[in-house]
């Protein structure tokens, strides 16, 4: 099979001393409620050989969990429109820059955590370090997805959170189809490792991540939540 990769993105990597082949595999737009199950036995199956291993959009498999939230549940009050001025915006998007987003985060963890991870981030960057108000509030808040259509319209007015279970959702996929899988949660500015599959259990975090530190899935609408993996051989 002839293997594809997004604009700007390279098919082979260097990962652990091997190269890898990384095919990006196109779907449609996939609605809240469809099937992973159906979607990796049509559009993955056919080209997926043993040995491979798929990498999947967090986002993705959320939107088949139904994990999304809507602009009525996460209207902005008075601290969630102040609190939102003083994030740190990055080429990735405005993340908890936007009001509807950071209210999100006040409902999940509530506002007095919130306001104090906002304090600990704001000392964090006078002494040069970043990242501390999500590392403090955790994935369910750094892994919201939505509420922004400058790249995906469609996710103007919608957020998607992070999926229920993926270490089980990666197990059901193998015991359903065969196929060995991760989850990631990935941008052009980073990448994470949010499950995977009991077949990778010889892997390292580091390992997985090193054969996608690349994005290759792309960030913009390229409907690729799908990365095939395969070692290319000698």
């Known amino acids: 099979m002839d293997f ?63 994990r999304v939230v809507t602009e009525d549940e996460c209207k ?32 999940v963890c509530g506002l007095g955590k919130v306001i104090w991870a906002a304090v600990c981030a704001g000392v964090g960057k006078i002494f040069g370090k970043h990242g501390v108000f999500y590392e403090m509030l955790g994935e369910e808040v750094s892994g919201l997805d939505g ?11 919608m957020g998607v959170r992070v999926p229920r279970d993926p270490d089980k959702v990666c197990d059901e996929v193998y015991e359903k189809t065969g196929v060995v899988m991760m989850i990631v949660d990935a941008n052009d500015l980073n990448v994470e490792l949010l499950g995977k599959g009991q077949q990778l259990k010889g892997y390292t975090k580091d390992q ?27």
């Open 76 to 107: 902005p009050g008075f601290w969630a429109t102040l609190l939102s001025r003083f994030v740190h915006q990055t080429s990735a998007g405005p993340g908890m820059g936007l009001p509807i987003k950071m209210q999100f985060a006040i409902n």
């Open 147 to 157: 509420f922004y259509g400058e790249d995906i319209p469609e996710y103007e007015h």
């Open 4 to 66: 594809y990769a997004n604009e700007g993105k390279a098919v082979t990597i260097e990962a652990g001393g091997k190269t890898y082949a990384r095919h990006a595999v196109e779907t449609h737009f996939v609605q809240v409620g469809e099937s992973y199950i159906d979607l990796i036995e049509k559009y993955v199956k056919p080209l997926y050989q043993p040995g491979d291993i798929l990498s999947s959009s967090e986002k993705v498999i959320a939107l088949c969990q139904g």
């Open 208 to 234: 997985l991540l090193g054969l996608i530190r690349d994005n290759p899935a792309g960030q913009d609408r390229q409907l690729t939540p799908f990365v095939l993996i395969r070692e290319v051989k000698e």
